[in-house]
């Protein structure tokens, strides 16, 4: 093992895994750079300590207890997709708990609650629960995220409208709290931890295992895509306002979710809606896009391929599927751009310096379920959103430059000086290191009850990452 038996806790944490030399790698280590996970954002770059691959949760405990006595901080990892590689600690020498092999997966043949382990990729949960009697829950279209921190964050996905978000899901978990304890949160049991894992888990403990409702899978979809490819600023202006129009249609329909995505010289719009091709034709006429082509229709009448999603293949084939180097910002809203607001957003957009080419923004429609449930139910903070932004570029060559960043940020600018009624929240999921005030943004008028809870069962601040929740200062003061 080289020189790591002199980093601190090297004893105690390979004794956490029982002496098994292949459940901990060191950064010392040899072969560190290859047994550790990759880093997701190239332009994050964190080395942890050590990174551990624990088989249950009593190793998990240990873990935990061992870089408590020696002041190091912990994060999970489940799927690894953070844009700020917060799962690797975000910062240099942490801890991480690499949840790979909790793969459990059972299913209640009457109550239909499915028991998952918190390493599960999306796509494994989403073929698992479809084989399991045809069930599926709410979560997002990038299949290779983790169950871990998708659900735990917030959750989007084609079937929030009607469902909620993945984390609206969770009945009960398991989570192992800063002390090595191994609790379950529920409603009844430790509700304050169930609060705050709903939304703000990296900060609370590890979930090793979720019980997660289940609803019927949908059985019939119509996929649609309408684009403009190259225009000027006003007709991609006008298509925006255009889809804007019909996102906020009063009584829309909860069975349609939308996306429009930017780009440079272009505009896609895509979407699913869960019914027949005549229900979809029948709505279809109030969409009136006269600035796009006449759109594509895919009818599909199977549930694992009803996923797909268009901004999804975009951000795959800028990144190419590799590690790279990118930023990204998102903003939440609750009213629709004024006018002058579309036109300044696009005129901006079209005349900014950006410094690469591999640039996009994604606009997403929300509401329906996810705004059913009170603001003050569970950590996520953004029950009134609308519609979130989302902000994304990638360096083709080193380090994002300035230019880019600043380019990014001002699309934020731009928006607050022309709706200045818009909600200024950041979706948690979309981790933004240069963000101000990143904890009130992430978690709004819930954060004095997340540092309450923070206080009560993390006080020194073992589960950390650069914008983690953080120890109310009064309570601080008293530690």
Not at 131 to 136: L, M, Q, T, W
Not at 225 to 251: E, H, K, P
Request: aromatic share 8%; hydrophobic share 40%; net charge negative.
């Amino acid at each position: 093992m080289g020189n790591s038996q002199s980093l601190p806790g090297h004893n105690c944490l390979l004794a956490a895994v029982d002496h098994r030399a292949s459940l901990v790698t060191f950064q010392n280590d040899a072969l560190f750079h290859l047994r550790a996970p990759s880093l997701y954002n190239l332009d994050a770059p964190v080395k942890p300590l050590a990174v551990t691959f624990p088989e249950n949760s009593e190793q998990i405990a240990k873990i935990v207890q061992c870089a408590a006595r020696h002041s190091l901080k912990v994060q999970s990892r489940s799927g690894g997709h953070s844009y700020g590689n917060y799962g690797l600690g975000g910062q240099d020498g942490a801890v991480v708990v690499d949840l790979k092999s909790f793969q459990e997966f059972s299913m209640d043949p009457v109550t239909h609650v499915a028991t998952v382990g918190s390493g599960t990729l999306l796509g494994d949960l989403h073929s698992r629960l479809y084989n399991a009697g045809h069930r599926a829950v709410a979560h997002g279209a990038c299949l290779s995220v983790g169950l871990g921190g998708h659900a735990t964050i917030g959750g989007l996905g084609s079937m929030s409208r009607q469902w909620g978000m993945a984390l609206d899901h969770i009945q009960e978990a398991e989570v192992v709290l800063a002390d090595g304890k191994i609790i379950t949160a529920s409603a009844t049991e430790n509700p304050d931890v169930l609060f705050a894992i709903k939304g703000a888990a990296a900060s609370f403990g590890i979930v090793t295992k979720f019980k997660l409702i289940t609803h019927p899978a949908p059985t019939q979809a119509v996929q649609y895509s309408y684009s403009l490819n190259i225009g000027t600023t006003a007709q991609r202006a006008r298509l925006f306002a255009d889809w804007q129009r019909f996102i906020y249609t009063q009584n829309l329909t909860r069975r349609v979710s939308s996306e429009l995505v930017v780009f440079e010289h272009g505009v896609l719009i895509s979407g699913t809606f869960f019914g027949s091709p005549e229900e979809w034709k029948s709505l279809e006429k109030k969409l009136k896009f006269p600035g796009a082509d006449k759109g594509n229709l895919i009818v599909l009448t199977d549930w694992l391929g009803m996923l797909v999603s268009g901004a999804e293949d975009l951000i795959q084939q800028v990144a190419g599927g590799t590690p790279c180097s990118f930023y990204a910002k998102s903003m939440s809203f609750t009213d629709a751009l004024s006018a002058e607001g579309v036109e300044s957003l696009f005129t901006y957009l079209d005349s900014a310096t950006k410094g690469t080419p591999a640039w996009f923004v994604i606009f997403d429609l929300e509401a329906g379920a996810t705004n059913d449930v009170p603001n003050n139910a569970t950590a996520y903070a953004h029950r009134d959103t609308i519609m979130w932004m989302q902000s994304y570029a990638v360096s083709l060559i080193g380090p994002v430059s300035s230019t880019t960043k600043d380019f990014l940020g001002g699309i934020n600018q731009v928006i607050a000086a022309t709706c200045p009624s818009a909600s200024y929240g950041a979706y948690p999921g979309y981790v933004d290191p240069l963000l101000e005030n990143s904890q009130q943004a992430y978690w709004g008028d819930n954060l004095p009850k997340l540092q309450k809870i923070k206080s009560d069962i993390d006080p020194h601040d073992v589960f950390h990452n650069p914008e983690s929740v953080r120890v109310n200062p009064a309570a601080r003061a008293q530690l």
